[in-house]
């Protein structure tokens, strides 16, 4: 069974860089098909699909947040990133990592949380 773990700070300062790293147990980020996702979700809105990164290495991001995001691997450690580049404290918001299904991309995108997922971090930006 897998299981995911986001760990990274939970304070960070407007325009500064936010860092998480998802940390996965009970399976490879390599395994065919697999699509390694972040996503968040404001306080007092919905869940907000942020990107991915796939099987095979490949990043595909929300196009409002595409020019700030970066998604990376580490497949040593079964690790991958999210890196949010010039923070707001519209960035506030509490972060998911999580496994999902080709299938259940589309719901993940529209704003499901389907498939395996970590138990969140909440991330304040602030000054």
């Known amino acids: 069974q897998v299981q995911l773990q986001e760990s990274g700070p939970g304070l960070v300062k407007p325009s500064q860089t936010l860092s998480l790293t998802c940390t996965v147990s009970g399976g490879s980020i390599t395994t065919n098909y697999y699509y390694w996702t972040w996503i968040r979700q404001p306080p007092g809105k919905g869940l907000e699909w942020i990107g991915y990164?796939?099987?095979?290495?490949?990043?595909y991001y929300r196009a409002s947040l595409k020019s700030r995001t970066s998604i990376s691997r580490d497949t040593s450690k079964n690790q991958f990133t999210l890196q949010l580049s010039s923070v707001t404290p519209e960035d506030t918001a509490v972060y998911y990592c999580?496994?999902?299904?080709?299938?259940?991309?589309?719901?993940?995108?529209?704003?499901?949380?389907?498939?395996?997922w970590g138990q969140g971090t909440q991330v304040t930006v602030s000054s």
């Open positions: 999580g496994r999902v299904t080709f299938d259940d991309l589309p719901n993940v995108r529209a704003g499901a949380r389907v498939g395996s």
């Open positions: 990164i796939n099987y095979n290495g490949i990043t």
